[in-house]
């Protein structure tokens, strides 16, 4: 018999999602340290544009490194300028006696900081998890073996998170719903599972179509999801008042979520719905940690990031919706809702 997709575990499995989230995360602290970074910043606080200027690093992995920063209490951003905190200037600066650096001097090759620093510098991100042989991460996704075994991943994290999602959103008075990016379609499934009116379609380009399809007929959730093809730069198909981006805007960089913004609005009818489920920074990109760390991962292997509260709900009304509030579902996710006007 198909999973009930409207069914919770018994249990809480946070850690075991935070070791995979946040596995980059030592790295880009190691990557930081091996450039004595905190060091520098405790003698010259600094905004972003003068950290990027002074290590000639680039804004996206910059920012994604100093929200790590910010997280974790080792730096804070007062009106825009960052400085050092007392724990830094104990532990993580040079002429102290409980200097930790050299703790971590050892660590300074491992080939993932070696990555983060390239990523510092470039904006590029690094080879799907540190091979130097393999594709961009989206180019990679045109490749049926790793298609297939990324959307295994993603599949099964969106069997637990999809359920979560689903029992917070208000759909009433909706009545078709575009899973955009859809993978899967796990997201359009247990929406549909737990709002029986509505009716889905994973939208997705070749070969995560085939793989789609298959998953949601064995799912038993062909009668009301199905699958559409295409390329979500360039257009949506009409007719649905609610679209999805599941853990998709964090993969891109701020231009191709403008645009990706922009078609949902081309799409979208007045009052149409739209829902951003991700891993979200909170509004002064201080936290929470666990989204901090899994940031990192994003940075180093894609063109995107997680995104904070303002930043999403400044994206939004720039596009043409109206933003509406951040709420909490499990394991460090979350999503925002926004209307289009």
């Known amino acids: 018999m198909p999973h009930d997709l409207t069914s919770a575990p018994a249990t809480d499995p946070l850690n075991i999602y935070r070791y995979r989230d946040c596995l980059y995360a030592a790295d880009m602290v190691t990557a930081?340290?091996?450039?004595?970074?905190?060091?520098?910043?405790?003698?010259?606080?600094?905004?972003?544009?003068?950290?990027?200027?002074?290590?000639?690093?680039?804004?996206?992995?910059?920012?994604?490194?100093?929200?790590?920063?910010?997280?974790?209490?080792?730096?804070?951003?007062?009106?825009?300028?960052?400085?050092?905190?007392?724990?830094?200037?104990?532990?993580?600066?040079?002429?102290?006696?409980?200097?930790?650096r050299p703790y971590y001097a050892s660590l300074h090759d491992r080939p993932i900081a070696r990555d983060f620093l390239e990523v510092l510098k470039t904006d590029k991100p690094a080879g799907w998890s540190g091979d130097k042989k393999a594709f961009d991460w989206h180019k990679a996704m045109e490749q049926e073996d790793f298609a297939r075994k990324f959307t295994a991943a993603m599949d099964c994290r969106g069997v637990y998170l999809s359920q979560a999602l689903a029992k917070k959103l208000d759909l009433s008075g909706r009545a078709r719903l575009l899973d955009i990016g859809a993978g899967s379609g796990i997201y359009a499934?247990?929406?549909?599972?737990?709002?029986?009116?509505?009716?889905?379609?994973?939208?997705?380009?070749?070969?995560?179509?085939?793989?789609?399809?298959?998953?949601?007929?064995?799912?038993?959730?062909?009668?009301?999801?199905?699958?559409?093809?295409?390329?979500?730069?360039?257009?949506?198909?009409?007719?649905?008042?609610?679209?999805?981006?599941?853990?998709?805007?964090?993969?891109?960089?701020?231009?191709?979520?403008?645009?990706?913004?922009a078609v949902s609005h081309a799409a979208l009818p007045v009052g149409g719905l739209l829902i951003i489920h991700d891993a979200i920074i909170n509004a002064d990109k201080t936290g929470p940690l666990h989204v901090a760390e899994y940031s990192c991962l994003l940075m180093?292997?894609?063109?995107?990031?997680?995104?904070?509260?303002?930043?999403?709900?400044?994206?939004?009304?720039?596009?043409?919706?109206?933003p509406g509030e951040y709420h909490d579902t499990i394991i460090a996710r979350g999503f925002m809702t926004a209307i289009r006007r």
Request: net charge negative.
């Open 300 to 322: 180093h292997s894609t063109q995107g990031k997680c995104y904070s509260v303002g930043e999403y709900a400044a994206l939004l009304d720039e596009a043409g919706f109206t």
């Open 32 to 100: 930081a340290l091996s450039v004595d970074f905190f060091t520098w910043l405790s003698a010259n606080p600094s905004s972003l544009a003068g950290v990027c200027e002074h290590f000639g690093f680039t804004e996206r992995p910059a920012d994604t490194m100093m929200t790590l920063f910010a997280a974790n209490g080792w730096v804070r951003n007062v009106g825009g300028v960052f400085e050092t905190t007392e724990v830094t200037g104990e532990f993580l600066c040079a002429g102290t006696v409980w200097d930790v």
């Open 189 to 261: 499934c247990g929406i549909a599972a737990q709002h029986t009116h509505m009716k889905a379609v994973a939208f997705d380009q070749a070969p995560v179509d085939r793989i789609a399809g298959k998953l949601i007929e064995e799912r038993g959730c062909a009668e009301r999801v199905s699958v559409a093809t295409g390329n979500m730069f360039d257009g949506l198909p009409a007719g649905f008042d609610v679209h999805l981006y599941s853990n998709v805007l964090h993969d891109w960089g701020v231009p191709e979520v403008k645009k990706l913004l």
